[in-house]
């Protein structure tokens, strides 16, 4: 079983700081990248930034310049550091990870697994 716990959601005012954090946990045999996505009622799930093993990160363009991801290898964490938010950057974060638990990998294959999302809201 894997879990990916999302945290450091909340309510914040417009041109501040807030970090999420993820951190997964459960038999991962190996993952191959994290990030972190967005949702806002009755839209798509988009991307805000992934970080694969070693590569580059990758952001959305709403945010370049302001949000920065980063990943911890050894404790199977991800964080996004979120600066100067402002209102159009409400919504429900998900946490997202692309790994091999030790059955996904005896079948042979990755699997795309999602935490339970945290609220990121922004007041004028």
């Known amino acids: 079983q894997v879990q990916l716990v999302e945290s450091g959601g909340g309510l914040v005012r417009i041109g501040d700081p807030l970090r999420l954090s993820c951190a997964a946990s459960?038999?991962?045999?190996?993952?191959?990248?994290m990030g972190w996505y967005r949702q806002i009622p009755g839209k798509e799930r988009e991307l805000v930034a992934t970080?694969?093993?070693?590569?580059?990160?990758n952001y959305a363009d709403s945010v370049k310049g302001r949000f920065t991801i980063s990943r911890d290898y050894a404790k199977n964490t991800v964080t996004l550091q979120m600066n100067s938010l402002v209102p159009e950057d409400i919504a429900v974060y998900y946490c997202?990870?692309?790994?091999?638990?030790?059955?996904?990998?005896?079948?042979?294959?990755?699997?795309?697994?999602w935490g339970k999302g945290t609220l990121v809201a922004v007041s004028s």
């Open positions: 459960g038999s991962i045999f190996r993952i191959n990248s």
């Open positions: 970080i694969p093993n070693g590569g580059s990160t």
């Open positions: 997202h990870a692309n790994l091999a638990s030790f059955d996904d990998y005896e079948a042979g294959v990755d699997m795309d697994y």
